[in-house]
Nanobody
């Protein structure tokens, strides 16, 4: 059974960078699409990025993070990364990764994912 654990969150100043990791256990990441979501205080959880399970490595970003965030995967390490650059206060949220077998570079409805991580807090502030 697929299990996911995020790490790498923390406090960073505006304009700074963080790299989040999503480590899989229970099975390899082969054939697993990974999406990143975030939930800011008082707001609904929103999907922000996805990487395909296919070897084509296709990715997807919502406009608010495109050009600043980069998602990548290392199947040998069972890890997906979210590199976040030029962070803004509005990026403050709990960040989650979610996995879906056979997933493509798109965001799915939350109930469709096979596994979720527990979340990692990202705070962007002076």
């Amino acid at each position: 059974q697929l299990q996911l654990v995020e790490s790498g969150g923390g406090l960073v100043q505006p304009g700074g960078s963080l790299r989040l990791s999503c480590v899989a256990s229970g099975r390899t990441l082969d054939y697993v699409g990974i999406s990143w979501f975030r939930q800011a205080p008082g707001k609904a959880r929103e999907g922000i990025s996805a990487i395909s399970s296919n070897s084509d490595g296709k990715t997807y970003y919502v406009p608010s993070v495109k050009g600043r965030f980069t998602v990548s995967r290392d199947n040998a390490k069972s890890t997906v990364y979210l590199q976040m650059n030029n962070l803004k206060p509005e990026d403050t949220a709990v960040y989650y990764c979610a996995g879906i077998l056979g997933g493509l570079a798109t965001l799915y409805d939350e109930y469709e994912y096979d596994a979720w991580g527990q979340g990692t807090q990202v705070t962007v502030s002076n």
